[in-house]
């Protein structure tokens, strides 16, 4: 009996430490379960983190005189069209210049450039007009004329003429704006792809949410469609940007027709029953006037 009692005393005293012991054992399992529960949240925020960053649409902005080419302030942006020229444009007195070769290219390739008389031609079927640079004053046929402002300006060597000069003799419109300085020319007219914006959205120099912002639409506005992709648009907006945009930002695309009032002058051509030969020269004459003598010779 005695024996049976001794043995239940240390079954009784040995209970205290087992479960002291399997508490223990518990709390190092309980421990254990919250770091790795840490740990796996640990990965899975820098997973988040890291798929935010790649996939998540970015907020740089670009820099719109770097987007325009412009490196000093003297200089103007020009997009004709839905094309950004190179940045040969300025302001002077308020009033836009563009530069002589920009327009040759791109607007009325009927200007010419005479550098050795500083003379700025230009034709039509019935008169040969002549521009003085660096005055308002021109002669159409030798008749004289004048213009509210200086029509050609010279920066160094290179001729500038003035816009509204250059949109008296072309089928043009524009439109100046600021910040940075630039001028929006339309030459092209007839149909063109319109869509609205069904949601504001920022238009990204390309198509990707990391592509830099370079500007914003809001819903509404209407923009001219250049090009559709798989998710993206190529868009030009009413102030001059060219970027894209999310195709589900985008409404319905429609066809419009673009027009300008202006009558084109007709150059005709004389037609005969036999061979002419038209020669054409222009002698460069230095004359007290210093202005252009044109000789036509016309033999058969």
Known sequence: KAEKISKNQKKQAARPAARKAQTKRKRKRRVGLMILLLIILGIAAIAGAFLWKKYSPSKERMDVKKYYGIENDSQMAITVDDQIVEPHGMISDGKAYVQYEVVRDYINSRFYWDSTNQLMLYTTPTDVIKIPAGGAEYTVSDEAESFDQIIVRLEGEM????????????????????????????????????????????????????????????????????????????????????????????????????????????????????TINLVCRLLLEKKKDTQIQTIVELSH
């Open 159 to 274: 001729p500038y003429i003035e816009a509204d000069f250059v949109k008296q003799y072309t089928n043009m419109t524009y439109e100046t704006l600021q910040e940075p300085d630039r001028i929006l020319v339309t030459y092209k007219w007839g149909t063109i792809q319109q869509a609205k914006v069904k949601r504001d959205e920022n238009v990204r120099y390309q198509g990707g949410v990391k592509s830099p912002i370079l500007t914003s639409v809001a819903k509404g506005d209407l923009v001219t469609v250049l090009e559709q992709l798989e998710n993206w648009t190529k868009i030009a907006t009413a102030d001059g940007y060219i970027g894209y945009v999310r195709n589900k930002r985008l409404g319905s695309v429609t066809e419009t027709t673009i027009s300008n009032e202006f009558t084109e002058p007709e150059y005709t051509r004389i037609k005969k029953d036999y």
